[in-house]
């Protein structure tokens, strides 16, 4: 199928063919002739599918007919858990509506109200907000809703997780009964699934499998830690070769990647944070100084990677197991981008167990687990597979490989990553063990914490 097929506008194809697209991705695919045909849509979909064009192309679509109905208010309200998120939607109706020049823009915490307020000032056609400054404005005034003929909410279940249920009720609250209203989200259970019955209507449902074949040039590989310490030494063992050129490494807390981020400059590595109590202005320069070489090492949380797209990242290092599988997809799609490999490392602790098996149910495999000589865990995650099924090491009498250092306790020299650890299980240097393991695609069900 492609573009011309699915019966858009000619202004919004000429626009897709300028931005180099001309066939659609199985989630425009389907979405598209749903959402054109005026039906309510949940899209069961994980980042990197185009789903954001499967609800921009149609909503463009609708702006080429005329409103009937009087007000300011925005045509089309897109919800998104984070203001990069809601970034990469903003860019994305920009460059397909080039035609069409809708009037839009995005309401976001953390930037000024003054730009806000000038937006809302006439009538609009799209707004891209964030539920807590939508709240903000409707409780000022500034905003009306009647309105509107379309509500997306993207990546719903990430802004329940974030505590945005309150805030959604409430915008859902001031729009018009006959609204039109998509979803898209990772998973369908729970409160997305409640949700969904109470705001939507007679809902089309898409569902696609969550596939990490994207990933077939990310090397997975699992390190067993004892505690915060050993985590840190891990860490800085890691950190300190010239092989990483540039890490995101994921914390569980915004604390935490304050404090990590500064131990990690202390200790010579240039390091910055990325969290959602920064403001935009301080989130876009420490991105850029990222881009620019000025920092090696990013410590984000979840909510404040979503949609970050840095090039030339060699590792993603989970510091803290992610709580639900697919965030793990996420995460390290970080690294391995356009082409390029790259290296996932995830650290798990005995407490982390139950994360540690989500994860790999979700990704169909087993993490190899790796130990670096002089940095062993007393910890045990795994029974043991006979002989030869532990992890191997490095270090005197023990084989070479990726990640070794030398024996003499952790205080030793870092050596260079390629030339120490091997993983558990692994074939003699001979016959060594193939990179990839087969990849299973599941479909996207986040287990139940």
Known sequence: MTFEELGLNPAILSAITACGYTTPTPIQEQSIPLVLAGHDLIATAQTGTGKTAAFVLPALELLTKKSTLPGKGPRILVLAPTRELAGQVMESARNYGRGIRPRCGTLLGGMPYREQLRLLSAPVDIVVATPGRLVDHIERGSIRLDRLEMLVLDEADRMLDMGFSEDINKIVERTPSDRQTLMFTATMEGDIARLAE???????????????????LIEQRLHVTDNLNHKKELLNHLVSDSELTRAIIFSATKRDADELSRELSRNGFPAAALHGDMTQMARNKTIDRMRRGGIRLLVATDVAA?????????????????????????????????????IAISFASAGERNYLERIERFIGKKLPELQIAGHEPTTTLRKPAGRSGGPRKSGPGGPAGRFGKPAGGRDGQAKSWSKSA????????????????????????RPQA
């Open 422 to 445: 091997k993983p558990a299980g692994s074939t003699p240097r001979s016959a060594p063990a193939p990179r990839h393991e087969p990849v299973i695609e599941y479909r996207s069900r």
């Open 306 to 342: 979503r949609g970050l797209d840095v090039n030339g990242v060699s590792h993603v290092i989970n510091f803290d197991l992610p709580r639900f599988a697919e965030d793990y997809v996420h995460r390290i799609g970080r690294t391995g981008r356009a082409g390029a490999t790259g």
């Open 198 to 216: 109470k705001m939507m209507r007679e809902p089309k449902r898409i569902q696609l499998a969550v596939s990490t074949s994207s990933h077939a």
